[in-house]
């Protein structure tokens, strides 16, 4: 029935020339894995699929040797054809190289945009960064085509609600280049109602933003544990897992404060899978608490993070509370669910918690306090609340609603009907 649909849908509109344009893609880390997951899905689905992005070099700054020294790259990825454009490296450590980076993609990128043939009738850009969009509305008027704008995070409001950046005369005139850019695109794709529901209030029409959720790949519904815990030394430990971007987002410091208070708890043990700019405050905090019962594992292969997932008995995720986190629904909360693991989420309101409710339940905490979060440890470890109950419903809701080839049809279905319009 599905390759009937497929077929009917290329009768009526033909296959389609897209241009995506996105500064980061694998072999990158992160949630853009998004994008070249529905990439291959529209290249499955009969069209031709390009994709404008930047030499590979987040989170470390460093780029691989098969990128490196080079102004423009071409390769071609399950069927995706990508073009790479010269960008500064920066780390995540970096913020102002970072910055800088950004500005050299969308000059280097419309640079070497002349060099996809073969003409476009639909272009998506990917924000943030803010530079991306401004380079989707240029090329968008050279190949006279329609222009999406997919908005993963609403800058620079969400740096302004974190602290990275101070509330000026610049971030005011980044908001309104933000506001103009999403008056002129044809169509507005948000990852979550929350950022669907905050372009409405802001005066765009309703039937032009059309939310697409990111969905979690086949890899995380269907992984095991794959030695995991031999392999680190975990065995016999009830171990609580975060894996993410140890950021200035997460409020990833309420963690190392629950395992300060269940230290004397030797079976518990708090392990943070990734990098970012708040390690180094974390592994000050263990160091100066004497803490033996926290461990961190670094950046691990993006084809691991599955195993990891499925060795815990419970996974974790915080945001600051903050405004702009009330509509946030990470990537990575879908990978949780798919792990069937019970989560417990760092904040009583917003989206991710609505749909940890829709899902089967959510054990919630106040962000800022690690005494309800040892609480519902200590509840999960001891079967008061059951967890393998909590962790098959969340499978099951997110290999239901949430399988990345249901949004990814959804996407499409989009495209289709802006493409004929």
């Given at each position: 029935?599905?390759?009937?649909?497929?077929?009917?849908?290329?009768?009526?509109?033909?296959?389609?020339?897209?241009?995506?344009?996105?500064?980061?893609?694998?072999?990158?880390?992160?949630?853009?894995?998004?994008?070249?997951?529905?990439?291959?899905?529209?290249?499955?689905?009969?069209?031709?699929?390009?994709?404008?992005?930047?030499?590979?070099?987040?989170?470390?700054?460093?780029?691989?040797?098969?990128?490196?020294?080079?102004?423009?790259?071409?390769?071609?990825?399950?069927?995706?054809?990508?073009?790479?454009?010269?960008?500064?490296?920066?780390?995540?450590?970096?913020?102002?190289?970072?910055?800088?980076?950004?500005?050299?993609?969308?000059?280097?990128?419309?640079?070497?945009?002349?060099?996809?043939?073969?003409?476009?009738?639909?272009?998506?850009?990917?924000?943030?960064?803010?530079?991306?969009?401004?380079?989707?509305?240029?090329?968008?008027?050279?190949?006279?085509?329609k222009f999406v704008l997919?908005?993963?995070?609403?800058?620079?409001?969400?740096?302004?609600?974190?602290?990275?950046?101070?509330?000026?005369?610049?971030?005011?005139?980044?908001?309104?280049?933000?506001?103009?850019?999403?008056?002129?695109?044809?169509?507005?794709?948000?990852?979550?109602?929350?950022?669907?529901?905050?372009?409405?209030?802001?005066?765009?029409?309703?039937?032009?933003?059309?939310?697409?959720?990111?969905?979690?790949?086949?890899?995380?519904?269907?992984?095991?544990?794959?030695?995991?815990?031999?392999?680190?030394?975990?065995?016999?430990?009830?171990?609580?897992?975060?894996?993410?971007?140890?950021?200035?987002?997460?409020?990833?410091?309420?963690?190392?404060?629950?395992?300060?208070?269940?230290?004397?708890?030797?079976?518990?043990?708090?392990?943070?899978?990734?990098?970012?700019?708040?390690?180094?405050?974390?592994?000050?905090?263990?160091?100066?608490?004497?803490?033996?019962?926290?461990?961190?594992?670094?950046?691990?292969?993006?084809?691991?993070?599955?195993?990891?997932?499925?060795?815990?008995?419970?996974?974790?995720?915080?945001?600051?509370?903050?405004?702009?986190?009330?509509?946030?629904?990470?990537?990575?909360?879908?990978?949780?669910?798919?792990?069937?693991?019970?989560?417990?989420?760092?904040?009583?309101?917003?989206?991710?918690?609505?749909?940890?409710?829709?899902?089967?339940?959510?054990?919630?905490?106040?962000?800022?306090?690690?005494?309800?979060l040892c609480e519902l440890?200590?509840?999960?470890?001891?079967?008061?609340?059951?967890?393998?109950?909590?962790?098959?419903?969340?499978?099951?809701?997110?290999?239901?609603?949430?399988?990345?080839?249901?949004?990814?049809?959804?996407?499409?279905?989009?495209?289709?009907?802006?493409?004929?319009?």
């Open positions: 029935m599905w390759k009937a649909a497929k077929v009917v849908r290329l009768a009526i509109c033909g296959p389609m020339k897209i241009l995506i344009i996105t500064q980061h893609f694998p072999p990158e880390r992160g949630a853009v894995r998004r994008l070249f997951e529905f990439a291959r899905y529209f290249v499955r689905s009969g069209h031709t699929v390009s994709v404008l992005t930047a030499m590979p070099n987040y989170p470390d700054g460093i780029v691989p040797p098969k990128y490196r020294g080079k102004f423009f790259h071409y390769e071609q990825m399950d069927g995706v054809r990508v073009y790479r454009s010269w960008v500064l490296p920066a780390s995540n450590y970096q913020p102002k190289k970072r910055m800088l980076g950004f500005l050299t993609f969308l000059f280097s990128a419309v640079v070497n945009s002349r060099r996809i043939k073969g003409g476009v009738d639909l272009l998506i850009a990917s924000s943030p960064p803010v530079t991306t969009p401004v380079i989707g509305m240029i090329l968008s008027k050279f190949y006279r085509c997919e908005i993963r995070d609403l800058q620079p409001e969400s740096s302004e609600d974190f602290g990275n950046l101070n509330r000026s005369l610049f971030t005011r005139s980044l908001k309104r280049l933000m506001h103009y850019l999403y008056r002129k695109a044809d169509a507005l794709v948000p990852v979550t109602q929350g950022i669907a529901d905050y372009l409405r209030t802001i005066g765009l029409p309703p039937e032009k933003v059309m939310p697409v959720k990111s969905g979690v790949s086949h890899e995380f519904i269907s992984a095991d544990s794959n030695g995991i815990r031999k392999h680190f030394g975990l065995e016999g430990k009830f171990l609580v897992l975060y894996s993410g971007t140890l950021g200035w987002a997460h409020s990833l410091e309420t963690f190392i404060e629950a395992a300060r208070q269940l230290n004397d708890q030797p079976d518990i043990y708090f392990a943070f899978i990734g990098d970012g700019q708040k390690r180094g405050v974390l592994e000050g905090m263990v160091r100066d608490y004497g803490l033996k019962n926290v461990g961190f594992f670094g950046l691990q292969p993006l084809d691991t993070i599955p195993y990891f997932l499925q060795s815990a008995d419970v996974l974790v995720h915080s945001m600051k509370d903050v405004p702009v986190t009330k509509g946030s629904l990470p990537t990575k909360l879908f990978e949780y669910m798919a792990s069937g693991k019970p989560i417990i989420y760092g904040s009583l309101e917003g989206e991710a918690v609505e749909e940890l409710e829709k899902a089967g339940g959510a054990l919630a905490f106040r962000a800022d306090d690690p005494g309800r440890i200590l509840k999960l470890r001891s079967g008061e609340i059951d967890g393998g109950y909590l962790g098959r419903k969340y499978h099951e809701h997110v290999t239901r609603h949430h399988c990345r080839e249901i949004w990814a049809d959804r996407y499409l279905m989009l495209l289709n009907k802006l493409h004929s319009a």
